[in-house]
């Protein structure tokens, strides 16, 4: 004869069942606060030891509450991590994420996990970061941001508004999936070949590359500006090039160049392009962030993370 489930049991089985139809949105409001994956797998798992202990019977809406407690956490790891990286050498660049398996990564508008966007969003403080991500990314209305950061309602429209004017003041346009692709293949086999003349015609003319390497040798420790400079320096070893080999990859909604050294994956390649070409190249070249983005690939399930907690 089968055993009913205890109601302790049963009750674990819906807060698991709530939390893993919600992960993807919360690992993407915590990814687009903080610029990391791994700082985002941090509050998401943080965020489900909150669940698993909390009373949920008193808990009105479970999606409000897990995205509550994500963007609150998310903002206090925000504000340490600006700390942190006042001391990053050289360029910092968000953590890539493969999208391939979650396109959306929990957003309702997938433009707003683009590299160049969450660049842009740095220079946003915490909370305004938050409210922007809330409003842009997921939708939300203006009362439940103001819920969600425990600010009134005329604050949180200050935020936003003064969050998208700060914004658009350096924002650009973008180019479709396809036309991104075909600039980043031929941005790639014109540095290979060495062809200067080709890559300049391919950037615009104040176009920036970003190596970030937190000062391992040979990424250079500052942006390379304008379009011949970025050029010569994409050309400039024709060793790098001779050795290694080339994956198209996903990364962040667009196509990126997954860089293979010996059969180790070693440098991620993207860009961000406007109709006017190229304005932007950025290097990857840190392997911590090489290897957080090797692992989004595969990002823990709630049912690891239920296991390690001995549950």
């Known amino acids: 004869m089968d055993l009913e489930p205890s109601p302790t049991t049963a009750d674990l089985?819906?807060?698991?069942?709530?939390?893993?139809q919600h992960r993807s949105r919360l690992f993407g409001i915590?990814?687009?606060?903080?610029?990391s994956a791994v700082e985002a797998e941090d509050v998401v798992q943080e965020v489900w030891l909150r669940w698993q202990k909390t009373d949920r019977s008193v808990v009105v809406s479970p999606v409000a509450f897990l995205s509550s407690t994500t963007t609150r956490l998310a903002i206090n790891v925000a504000q340490s991590a600006r700390v942190r990286r006042e001391t990053y050498i050289g360029p910092w660049l968000p953590e890539?994420?493969?999208?391939?398996?979650?396109?959306?990564v929990g957003a309702q508008r997938a433009e707003a996990v683009e590299m160049a966007l969450l660049l842009l969003l740095e220079k946003l403080n915490p909370t305004e970061r938050a409210a922007y991500v809330l409003r842009e990314a997921f939708d939300y209305g203006y009362p439940e941001i103001a819920e969600i950061l425990q600010l009134s309602l005329v604050n949180v429209r200050k935020i936003v508004s003064r969050a998208r004017k700060h914004l658009s003041d350096e924002q650009r346009g973008t180019v479709d999936s396809a036309e991104h692709r075909r600039l980043l293949t031929a941005f790639v086999a014109a540095a290979?070949?060495?062809?200067?003349?080709?890559?300049?015609a391919l950037l615009t003319p104040d176009a920036v590359s970003l190596s970030d390497g937190n000062g391992m040798r040979g990424a250079a420790r500052l942006p390379v500006l304008g379009s011949a400079r970025v050029a010569n320096l994409a050309t400039a070893t024709r060793q790098f090039w001779r050795t290694v080999e080339l994956q198209l990859v996903e990364a962040n909604g667009r196509t990126g160049v997954m860089l293979h050294r010996d059969g180790v994956p070693t440098t991620l390649l993207t860009i961000a392009a406007t109709r006017e070409g190229i304005y932007r190249v950025m290097w990857v070249f840190n392997p911590s962030k090489i290897a957080a983005y090797l692992t989004?690939?595969?990002?823990?399930?709630?049912?690891?993370v239920v296991a390690a907690e001995g549950v």
């Open 192 to 200: 290979r070949t060495g062809d200067v003349a080709k890559l300049e």
């Open 96 to 104: 890539p994420v493969d999208t391939s398996s979650d396109p959306e």
């Open 13 to 20: 089985d819906e807060a698991v069942s709530v939390f893993v």
């Open 30 to 35: 915590a990814y687009r606060v903080l610029g």
């Open 296 to 304: 989004s690939r595969s990002r823990f399930t709630v049912t690891s």
